[in-house]
């Protein structure tokens, strides 16, 4: 029975995972759980899976949920560091990492660190720590399996002697050409450029085919999402620029292809519904049921695929070439999407204004401090805070304007 820690339980991957525990009763139990501040719905969590640990990281929401959960059997606790704390604790040996964004980082290497099973969906944490993040798996021994559909997808299409060596392996070794990661487009695929700019946050958000949280929803319209999966798997898969692609494949039924030498291509192929990718990471290497219908072929008909245009997409350019630039440029542009995300939520600045802000920050750190060593976390934390202070500049002229 293995025993899990869920790290953003009130979140899109926390429901989809919940529901997979669900199916599996007498598989896993769930001894701890985190959330940023819904209390109502982390209650009902609790009192259905009665968690040993329960963590708000707003202390008021912590208050109101001890209080509501007066009598029970879960301890309650408050804040960051007891988030972090919970990820490495010793009552689990699996960690799903979900919270969304730079806020994932610490636990997620937390739970590295201390060499848990580390189920990875907060790719922002890789992307913002990169060789870091693979050193400290590496020296733990913490085993990393892919959330995230595409690397999931190629995770199941790679040898197992590759599986196994997750961030140290050799591609080339093992008869692999190349990784092509597919990307559906996102809502605006087909939309006049010029249209772009006035698109609303309730547009972005209503991606055709995956059911996710908004801040992930809007990096899929920007096709950024896309861009942090191309440095996500750049680490996940130790690969080289030669070595991954991005298709556009609007139906989302391919979850991402490998390519070998002798001109096999390995797909996984799936519903676009993240309890797959969970339930292969929970119960990795068995099979279970999570709850998914299997493809029925003859209604999806057809498959298409095309190349990514970057004047509709300059977000997924940014990110490529800050792939290949260096962590400072990969660390950077995490923080500055992350607070052009959130103002573009707000209505502070509109859709194309995401990638004017994330590149006026890679263009201004890059002529301050690129010599910088990124060799803790606490260096890549400052040039995150540092980052983000760049964004929020440029968005306070851009609202002048
Ligand atoms: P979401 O917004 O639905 O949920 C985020 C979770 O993180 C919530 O439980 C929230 O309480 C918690 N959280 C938010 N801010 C926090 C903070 N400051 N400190 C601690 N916890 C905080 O997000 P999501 O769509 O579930 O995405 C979670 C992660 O999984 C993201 O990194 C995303 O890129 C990745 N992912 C999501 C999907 C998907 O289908 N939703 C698919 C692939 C990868
Ligand atoms: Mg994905």
């Not at 997808?153 to 140290?168: D, N, S, Y």
């Not at 002798?262 to 969970?278: F, H, N």
């Not at 299997?294 to 999806?300: A, G, H, K, R, T």
């Not at 060593?373 to 995150?384: E, G, R, V």
């Amino acid at each position: 029975m293995h025993k899990l820690c869920l790290l953003g339980a009130t979140g899109s991957i926390g429901t989809s995972t919940l529901a997979v525990l669900r199916e599996q009763p007498d598989r896993f139990q769930l001894t701890a759980v985190t959330a940023h501040r819904n209390v109502e719905q982390m209650r009902t969590i609790c009192e259905e899976f009665q968690p040993e640990v329960a963590v708000m990281v707003d202390e008021q929401a912590a208050r109101d949920l001890a209080e509501v959960l007066k009598g029970r059997a879960t301890q309650v606790l408050s804040g960051a560091q007891a988030v972090a704390d919970v990820a490495a604790a010793s009552n689990s040996d699996t960690v799903m990492a979900a919270i969304v964004g730079g806020a994932g980082l610490v636990p997620t290497f937390a739970a590295v660190t201390a060499g848990k099973r580390v189920l990875l969906a907060n790719k922002e944490a890789l992307v913002m720590s990169g060789q870091l993040f693979i050193d400290a798996a590496a020296s733990s021994g913490a085993q990393i399996l892919p959330v995230d559909s595409e690397h999931n997808a190629i995770f199941q299409c790679l040898p197992a002697e590759v599986q196994q060596q997750l961030g140290h392996c050799d591609l080339s070794a093992a008869g692999i050409h190349k990784i092509l990661l597919t990307g559906s487009g996102g809502p605006f695929r087909e939309l006049p450029l010029a249209e772009l700019a006035a698109q609303t946050p309730a547009a972005a958000c209503a991606h055709p085919n995956w059911d996710m949280g908004q801040k992930i929803s809007v990096d899929s319209a920007t096709m950024m999402n896309k861009g942090l999966e191309y440095i996500e798997a750049r680490w996940l898969f130790n690969c080289n620029e030669a070595q991954l692609d991005v298709v556009l494949h609007p139906q989302s039924v391919i979850h991402s292809m490998v390519s070998y030498k002798d001109g096999s291509v390995l797909a996984q192929m799936g519903q676009p519904d993240m309890r797959t990718p969970i339930a292969h990471c929970l119960s990795f290497p068995e099979r279970i049921e999570s709850g998914v219908a299997p493809l029925d072929f003859l209604s999806i008909g057809q498959l298409n695929f095309a190349a990514a245009d970057s004047a509709r997409y300059p977000c997924l350019e940014l990110a490529m070439q800050a792939c290949w630039q260096g962590q400072w440029a990969t660390t950077t542009l995490n923080a500055a999407n992350e607070v052009a995300v959130a103002a573009y939520l707000a209505g502070q600045i509109k859709f194309t204004g995401i990638a004017s802000v994330c590149r006026a920050a890679l263009e201004q750190i890059q002529q301050g401090n690129n010599a910088v060593a990124l060799n803790s976390i606490a260096a890549i934390l400052s040039l995150d805070e540092q980052a983000r202070a760049i964004a929020r500049e440029r968005i306070k002229q851009v609202e002048a304007c």
